[in-house]
């Protein structure tokens, strides 16, 4: 197959390989015409010749586009390019969890769980819609920058309607998580992919696949004779719930595993809420490896000797894999407590716990009243939440609208504005008892909404859109910005001078109370066409910049200049907001949550072990932190 780098196919601009197989190459291109990343799997010319693989190679397309899912990588069509024929696909930006294993060797408990829901979700939307995988296993698993988990490659998915897709007797599958029935050649189920399901889960807890042999003859017999290795005789700490259901998704026979993956995610919901109080200390989520493990506890010498060297094993550990962690290659991770030690009384939190917000929609950002104890959320499909007890308890209320929000903003009388797609502005009364459609021009999403007293705010929006509002957000007029970027958000140190940030780099200032905005222009070197995601300002001349691909960026001096800090981070940052004039918030993707006490001069890593995108920060009036992110997640820091 000639290098296509470069070639522009259609409307598509192929930009690198993503990877290759034994059907053909996988390329990441450009869509000029929608302006968004593609993946495209060309078939071999050394196959197209063969009839039966190209057939198979065009249900793959059409399958898959059946299938639209947010746990789904989805397909978009067909192209044909000098006798290759190609599916133009999701591009996902992240990894795959094959090579989260290679690289840490086991997820912990709320990560595990966390994934096998969303799985759980997109397998069984495809078994209701009559496909099954077939070929389930962590390389085809992959997590996106938003911490979203996406299945991929339903190319060899049966039919349950289409008997002549695939015989009986073809092993399509990986030996490692290939179920019985699929080795001894008979017909596959959707109980063969709850057994594939089994097998990955297993192996993001221990760190290999159940039957981890050197020879296919040894994996298989495996699968077909063997009993599966119990987990917990190999890490600690498994709740027993856990346990019980890999066993049972792991079942030789067929009929003894969960009939459909609904089944099996109802009880995977009852370990979700036991693994709900996220455990903030580094030291104790990893677990000790097995093999020393059963050695001192089978050990009959019971003392302090014995318990000085388990100690001491168990410390070497856990400061090893701190070491060896690539994520943030400069921090040390604490735990909340050990970060927010203080003589305040206002800073002294001590746990990361989660909140039931009963909905699964993604959640994009949180607001309190100054003042007083009501809260709102908001999110994906019109998602509202409120807490009238200080974010201790969250109710969802109904709307008939279906238009994605992405920001809202509290005031102290009760009144709100919310923001979102397709041109939505919103103003609230009475605590979000009723909304009132704001009309603006066709075309646009807003992102930010913010408010500097109880008349002037700001909301920013695509096209280079900000609109101010002088009357509480009864009416909005455009600002003048001279860019057609994509801005993200807004930020003021004082009734004058205030910043905006956003796609390419984007920095507009103002010093005429948001009236008029001029482009800043930064040190080339500082940034490489990033997309600055979030700004926050004091009133004492400090900034904070924060982008999508781990940048920060610093002032100190009201914007005159900006420094861009040295933190080496895989994932974006979605958000950063100042506590007070020295605490200092970021969170992102991962999970990632740093904390600066030097007014952002200086950063350390919260060991969270949260893993999802967190998206949204609010402080309430009683001090607690909040933090909301994908799937409905709420957190508190308290």
Request: charged share 25%; proline share 2%; with cysteine.
């Amino acid at each position: 197959m000639e290098n296509l780098i470069g070639k522009v196919i259609d409307n598509f601009r192929v930009v690198s390989v993503l990877g290759k197989g034994g059907m053909g190459i996988v390329y990441k291109a450009y869509d000029t015409r929608l302006d968004r990343y593609v993946a495209i799997k060309l078939l071999s010319s050394s196959v197209l010749d063969k009839e039966r693989f190209v057939e198979r190679f065009k249900r793959e397309a059409k399958n898959q586009a059946k299938l639209t899912h947010p746990n789904i990588v989805g397909v978009y069509g067909f192209i044909e390019y000098s006798n290759l024929l190609g599916i133009v696909m999701e591009y996902v930006e992240g990894e795959s969890l094959e090579k989260v294993i290679d690289r840490q060797g086991r997820f912990n408990l709320q990560d595990v769980v966390y994934i096998l829901k969303h799985l759980l979700q997109g397998i069984g939307y495809a078994h209701q819609r009559g496909f099954i995988h077939r070929d389930i296993k962590p390389s085809n698993i992959i997590l996106n920058k938003e911490g979203i988990t996406k299945i991929m490659d339903f190319g060899i998915s049966k039919s349950l309607v289409d008997n002549n897709m695939t015989k009986t007797g073809s092993k399509v599958g990986t030996v490692y998580y290939m179920s019985p029935e699929q080795i001894r050649g008979h017909d596959v189920t959707n109980r063969s992919d709850i057994y594939s399901i089994g097998c990955t889960i297993y192996e993001m807890i221990v760190g290999q696949p159940p039957f981890d042999f050197s020879s296919e003859y040894e994996v298989m017999d495996g699968h077909l004779k063997k009993t599966i290795p119990k987990i917990s005789e190999r890490v600690t700490g498994l709740p027993e719930k856990l346990e019980k259901i890999i066993t049972k998704a792991l079942q030789k026979d067929p009929n003894a595993r969960y009939a459909n993956c609904e089944e099996m995610y109802a009880e995977v919901l009852e370990v979700d809420k036991q693994l709900s109080k996220i455990q903030t200390s580094y030291f104790e989520k990893v677990p000790e490896r097995s093999k020393k493990y059963k050695f001192f506890a089978a050990s009959t010498f019971i003392g302090a000797g014995i318990f000085l060297i388990v100690l001491m094993y168990f410390v070497i550990n856990q400061v090893s894999a701190i070491l060896n962690s690539n994520e943030l290659e400069k921090f040390k991770k604490y735990s909340i407590q050990t970060l927010f030690e203080s003589d305040s009384k206002k800073m002294k939190l001590s746990e990361i716990t989660r909140a039931s917000s009963g909905v699964i929609a993604n959640l994009n950002s949180i607001s309190f009243a100054s003042d007083v104890s009501f809260a709102a959320v908001v999110g994906d499909s019109s998602t509202i939440l409120t807490s009238t007890d200080g974010g201790d308890t969250w109710s969802k209320k109904l709307t008939n609208r279906k238009v994605n929000l992405s920001d809202v903003f509290l005031m102290r009388n009760g009144n709100a504005v919310v923001v979102g797609d397709s041109s939505s502005i919103y103003f609230g009364v009475s605590n979000l008892d009723s909304l009132i459609q704001i009309p603006q021009a066709k075309g646009n999403t807003f992102f930010r909404v913010k408010f500097f007293n109880e008349q002037t705010g700001f909301v920013t929006g695509n096209k280079g859109v900000i609109l101010k509002s002088l009357d509480g957000g009864y009416s909005w007029t455009k600002t003048k910005t001279s860019t057609k970027e994509i801005l993200f958000d807004v930020s003021f140190f004082n009734e004058k001078k205030g910043f905006a940030v956003g796609w390419n780099e984007t920095i507009l200032a103002t010093t005429n109370s948001g009236d008029s905005w001029y482009k800043v222009k930064l040190d080339e070197s500082s940034l490489d066409n990033n997309y600055l995601k979030s700004i926050d300002l004091t009133s004492n001349g400090y900034g904070l910049i924060v982008g999508g691909d781990g940048t920060i960026l610093r002032t100190s001096n009201f914007g005159n200049s900006w420094e861009k800090l040295d933190i080496k981070f895989s994932g974006g940052f979605q958000k950063v907001k100042f506590i007070n004039e020295d605490y200092s918030i970021i969170i992102g993707s991962k999970g990632v949550i740093l904390v600066s006490k030097d007014k952002g001069e200086t950063w350390n890593v919260v060991d969270s072990r949260i893993y999802s995108n967190l998206n949204g920060i609010a402080v309430s009036s009683y001090g607690k932190i909040f933090l909301v992110g994908i799937n409905g997640m709420i957190y508190r820091i308290q």
